[in-house]
């Protein structure tokens, strides 16, 4: 190959200059003055173009091997960007911008000059892209040993091979998803710890102790087994507080019930008031410090037994207290009394608490159905009382109008006379008072199918025999104004009628005033007044007064 000659003259310089022919020329005097041969001569230069085309040689193979470590640069550097573009995600489009950006120059270091850049900005890229990916897998590990125990799960590490966005995206999703359940975690494990403690102080105990105890958990472990330790301690605790609750109520209920029977003044409750008002609550209800304490269940307990001791101290007071409650319910039932001095008497003989407890419950369980029984009479025996009181209006008016004197004017005839007005008005609704009195009564005996006894007499028995007995009275004053038309009026002054008095119609009566002029009818009337019997005698007798009670007592039955 015949090379240019501007290759010739970087090759070969000394040819063309005239350093090389003078030294060839000196080199000539020095083996003419020295007297070489001619063949040594010829030698020496062989050797010496020898040496020259050695050290040619080796530069050669230096430019060579420069050029070719050029060439791997640039594969390299193009292989580099290409694997750089893949690991962050990077479209192809980029290397083959890059690749382009090369051809056509023919010059090595042009395109290594123009590829290094490129190469530099995706290095740049894939270290940013890193330290992205270290900084969300360190504090996906962080929490994922927060959340487990070591060694729960293995470590989160980086991928170099895998930087695209994607895979960025999945880890930050992760992330969100364990910083959520860390949340959750951070929350369930507060509560049970504030649960723990409020339970721990409801029972009087230290809440410390838990955290002193074999397996104590750090303050921030949010794990499994830290979660689960607190939820077994904590149904431990509620299974404590459970027996202590029923225990505590089973005493206060006792306790009640001793307050109850021995009528405890409200001073002496007052410091168990609070305890007494948690004997409906709930387990959830029961909050207060120390509610549940062993030493607050020993001091109510020592309150019961107490009371207890007290009980049999003031036995027979309480049974003879408790006979004269049920003596006074029958009594307000209007239901016959019964005799209990055979009871009592048996009671001072009988030496054995829990016999005498016995007959306490016993009297306990009739004074019970005594309250029952007289909440269930209490329609009928008040209107019963309003019937009774429409009969002692209806005596008042009897004796009023068998009064001689009644028109006679005298201080307060007024008022009487008003009285008389509204009397008669209330006794013309008796029949009607008495068939609602009835029907309430046969209403009652169907329901219970017994008697309905008044004062120990059957109520329908009474309002029969008031039926009848009103109309003998009708019958009666029927007969009188026929006897009084047939009789002249000559015959009626000469000879009055004899007025029979009224029948036993089982009334209750009351003497009421008339008036200055009316005393002396007042004394003839009250001579010839029927007996009250006693089974219609009412408590709102003696109570009863003034002109206006008949219609109040009406409009109220009414």
């Known amino acids: 190959m015949v090379l240019s000659l501007k290759l010739r003259a970087i090759l070969f310089p000394f040819k063309m200059e005239p350093r090389r022919e003078e030294l060839l020329h000196e080199l000539g005097d020095m083996w003419d003055e020295i007297g070489e041969a001619e063949e040594d001569r010829r030698g020496m230069l062989q050797a010496l173009e020898e040496e020259c085309l050695n050290v040619y040689r080796a530069k050669v193979e230096q430019v060579r091997q420069h050029r070719a470590q050029l060439k791997r640069e640039i594969a390299d550097s193009v292989a580099e960007v290409a694997a750089i573009c893949a690991t962050i995600g990077e479209p192809p489009t980029t290397v083959q911008i890059a690749c382009s950006s090369l051809k056509g120059t023919g010059n090595l270091k042009e395109e290594l000059g123009l590829i290094a850049p490129e190469l530099a900005e995706m290095r740049k890229r894939r270290d940013d892209r890193r330290r992205h990916f270290l900084d969300v897998t360190d504090r996906l590990n962080r929490i994922q040993q927060e959340i487990n125990p070591p060694g729960g799960q293995p470590r989160v590490a980086v991928d170099s091979s895998d930087l695209t966005l994607c895979k960025l995206e999945e880890l930050r999703a992760h992330l969100l998803h364990l910083q959520t359940e860390k949340e959750s975690r951070t929350r369930k494990v507060t509560e049970l710890r504030a649960l723990l403690h409020s339970s721990s102080l409801v029972l009087g105990m230290d809440p410390r102790e838990f955290y002193t105890r074999g397996n104590e958990q750090a303050a921030g472990d949010m794990s499994d087994v830290a979660i689960a330790t607190l939820a077994s301690e904590i149904d431990r605790l509620r299974e404590i507080k459970r027996d202590r609750m029923h225990k505590l109520q089973d005493l206060v209920g006792t306790m009640l019930e001793l307050w109850h029977l021995m009528d405890t003044p409200s001073e002496e409750q007052t410091k168990f008031q609070s305890v007494a008002c948690n004997i409906a609550a709930s387990e959830d209800e029961i909050t207060e410090p120390n509610t549940l304490s062993m030493d607050f269940i020993h001091h109510v307990e020592a309150e019961v037994v107490r009371l207890e001791k007290l009980k049999e101290c003031r036995m027979k007071d309480l049974v003879l207290k408790k006979y004269d409650e049920l003596k006074e319910i029958r009594r307000r039932a209007r239901l016959p009394e019964e005799d209990h001095g055979d009871t009592v008497l048996m009671f001072d003989a009988i030496d054995s608490d829990s016999e005498r407890s016995l007959i306490l419950e016993r009297l306990e369980v009739q004074i019970s159905e005594a309250r029952d029984l007289e909440f269930s009479r209490k329609d009928v025996l008040e209107r019963m009382e309003k019937w009774q ?170």
């Open 389 to 558: 009181a429409a009969l002692e209006e209806e005596s008042w008016l009897e004796e009023y109008s068998r009064n001689e004197n009644r028109y006679n004017v005298g201080k307060g005839t007024h008022l009487v006379l008003k009285r008389a007005e509204k009397a008669r008005a209330l006794v013309s609704k008796m029949p009607a008072m008495a068939e609602a009195l009835t029907a309430k009564v046969v209403a009652w005996e169907k329901e219970r199918g017994t008697r309905f006894e008044y004062d120990g007499e059957g109520l329908l028995d009474v309002l029969e025999e008031y039926n009848n007995t009103r109309k003998e009275k009708e019958q009666e004053r029927k007969r009188q104004r026929d006897q009084r038309r047939l009789q002249g009026p000559g015959e009626r002054d000469a000879s009055p009628v004899a007025r029979p008095p009224p029948k036993n119609i089982k009334n209750v009566t009351r003497t009421l005033s008339m008036g200055g002029s009316a005393g002396g009818g007042r004394k003839a009337s009250s001579s010839s007044r029927p007996s009250t019997p006693s089974f219609l005698k009412s408590p709102m007798s003696a109570r009863r007064g003034g002109s206006d009670e008949g219609q109040v007592l009406s409009d109220s039955f009414e």
